[in-house]
T-cell receptor, first 114, second 114 residues
């Protein structure tokens, strides 16, 4: 069983919809991550939060808006997405610090944009 | 910046045969190295990691990997493959200066035939 929980598991939305992806962990990790993974490709880093502050934004379009309301929760707000945004969105968490890797991954949300 | 390559896109082995998956990295210093496995429809599970010390690393599910600095390699091995090992395998490298930015290799897809 994964220790990082992502909801929903599947999401279908139109290009004008607004939806949110949720991620939760109770391992006491203070770094949390969002990745995007297309089929047959490796995960691509989108955002990193460290101590609930955004520390890395990999030039992600503004239609993706991350939020870290507390140390256990990470959200990804979606608005006006494009068909090419259809992918598996993975959340991960880890301790902060070079000696406290690796990252623990959730099972992802499979997003389809109509 | 660090980078990682996995020369084999797809490998097929017979159940019970030995397995070696190749991984080569590029980084100016000693990196942090990881192997992850991803089964269809699931997130990534850490198999093993190398930070420092003993260059032969033992992981879960009977996997091991050997760090060879002279070859910039971190190959994954298993002496006897089980049908349940069929999955996508990702090698990943993290830099000591930006530990939270892990770069994934393109992945190797493993098929196991009875």
């Amino acid at each position: 069983d994964t220790e990082v929980t992502q909801t929903p598991k599947h999401l279908v939305m139109g290009m004008t919809n607004k939806k949110s992806l949720k991620c939760e962990q109770h391992m006491g990790h203070r770094a949390m991550y969002w990745y995007k993974q297309k089929a047959k490709k490796p995960p691509e880093l989108m955002f990193v939060y460290s101590y609930e502050k955004l520390s890395i934004n990999e030039s992600v379009p503004s239609r993706f808006s991350p939020e870290c309301p507390n140390s256990s929760l990470l959200n990804l707000h979606l608005h006006a997405l494009q068909p090419e945004d259809s992918a598996l969105y993975l959340c991960a968490s880890s301790q902060v610090g070079a000696n406290h890797q690796p990252q623990h991954f959730g099972d992802g949300t499979r997003l389809s944009i109509l | 910046a660090q980078s990682v390559t996995q020369p084999d896109i797809h490998i097929t082995v017979s159940e019970g045969a030995s397995l070696e998956l190749r991984c080569n990295y590029s980084y100016g210093a000693t990196p942090y190295l990881f192997w992850y496995v991803q089964s269809p429809g699931q997130g990534l599970q850490l198999l093993l990691k190398y930070f420092s010390g003993d260059t032969l690393v033992q992981g879960i599910k009977g996997f091991e990997a050997e760090f060879k600095r002279s070859q910039s390699s971190f190959n994954l091995r298993k002496p006897s493959v089980h049908w349940s090992d069929a999955a996508e395998y990702f090698c990943a490298v993290g830099a000591t200066t930006s530990y939270d930015k892990v770069i994934f290799g393109p992945g190797t897809s493993l098929s196991v035939i009875p």
